[in-house]
């Protein structure tokens, strides 16, 4: 909370679906406004494949080694979606100009583990490195976990122990001190990989559980089903490591969760927050989901935020009471429902009239609100508009022609309320090697979605 004001943030790029042959790349971004380089891509590290889709990011030691001397924050670890390919990138020599340290070779990841389609990176207290899965080499779905050497960063085999394993795979948190893990799911990777179909809703090929594991065995003990096709996607605890209760995101039913322990010492979920489709014309369906995508909770555990792709707007809520959470901020950067596009929204149960096209700096913003990341004081709440390459060619083909956006909103912390900071935008449509697609948001020193405290 009180670390020193971010300078540079990490944030991968993708160019998979673009239509552009350049292989995704870590982006160094500039956030000092004090700086001649201010909103600038200052650094590139191009991967040396093609195809990979980079989409999350992690560290090799993070809070969970408070007190050890011997970790250093000094890796970023960047699992390929796609590709299944996962690279360790060297920020310790160079925090300004991270170099590729090592490849770990896809065919590793499906012998030794008998998984694919790598997610989500968190190092654990033991040094060891653990990423969530969506599937097996094959793209059916399957909800284990890798497990990297924090010093070699070789393949040690499969996290998870015992016959039982969940059908599908995403994100996850742990909380030793409750002695569990919980996963979730978003859906069956050979069908969502190359966009989404409507007609694959009811199929149960998209997630409905939370799946909760014990953090000593390794076992998985117990589902929490959150509804049909609700597609779980981010989770988070709060970040008191006492504290046995956070929030998951639902996407498609566009929904936040919260979780929570029971007097019984078993898992439970109750629905907290619920954001109405809208009826429209002109899209996919007849009902708009507002597509959670993205969710953080603050430092002080104070405010919950999260990004609603479709409908275009970020919204913060008081959690001060973690059962009824409390509107308090929201603003409109995009999305699908904009005034003069090719949507006409017929009925909405929380605005009046659809809202503007976002411009900034002259630009007309493409995409909505995706990735989001807090600063650590809590005052800043940086946003990118990509969501994954086949997604965003097919609801947002603006997002492909013309790059995504870098955002930053002013948060007032004492009452609640997010404004648009007018000068801050880093365009990822000017890179040299075209438009490309940028998605998540690292700190060097760690952040609000990277970092568990045991």
Partial sequence: LKGPREEIVYVPCIYRNT???????????????????????????????????????????CSSCFG??????????????????????????????????????????????????????????????????????????K???????????????NWEKGDKIPPMGYDFWYQPRHNVLISTEWGIPKCLGYGFDPNDLKKGL???RLNVWDWTTHTYVQAIDVGEDAAPLEIRFLHNPDAAEGYVGCTISSAIH????????????????QVPSKKVEGWLLPDMPGFITDILISLDDRFLYFS???????????????RKPKLVGQVFVGGSITKGGPVTVR???????????????GKRVPGGPQMIQLSLDGKRLYVTTSLYSAWDRQFYPDLIKDGSVMLQLDVDTEQGGLTVNESFLVDFGKEPDGPCLAHEIRYPGGDCTSDIWV
């Fill in 308 to 322: 609603n792709w479709l409908h275009g707007d970020i919204r913060q809520y008081d959690i001060s009471n973690t």
């Fill in 68 to 141: 050890n001397a011997t970790k250093k924050r000094n890796r970023l670890i960047l699992p390929s979606f796609i590709s299944s390919r996962i690279y360790v990138v060297d920020v310790g020599t160079d925090l300004r100009a991270p170099r590729l340290f090592k490849v770990v070779n896809s065919e590793d990841v499906f012998w030794k583990c008998n998984l694919g389609y790598p997610h989500t990176s968190h190092c654990l207290g033991s040094g060891e490195i653990m990423i969530s899965t969506l599937g097996d080499p094959a793209g059916s779905g």
């Fill in 347 to 361: 009925r909405d149960e929380e605005l009046q009239s659809q809202p503007d096209p976002f411009f900034i700096k």
């Fill in 206 to 208: 998209y997630g409905r």
């Fill in 258 to 273: 919260r979780f929570y322990k029971t007097e019984q010492g078993n898992w439970a979920a109750e629905k907290v927050i």
């Fill in 19 to 61: 239509g552009r042959k350049k292989p995704d790349f870590l982006a160094t971004v500039d956030v000092n406004p004090k700086s001649p380089h201010y909103c600038q891509v200052i650094h590139r590290l191009p991967m040396p494949n093609l195809g990979d889709e980079l989409h999350h990011s992690g560290w090799n030691a």
């Fill in 143 to 157: 909800g284990g976990f890798i497990l990297l050497d924090g010093e070699t960063f070789e393949i040690k085999g």
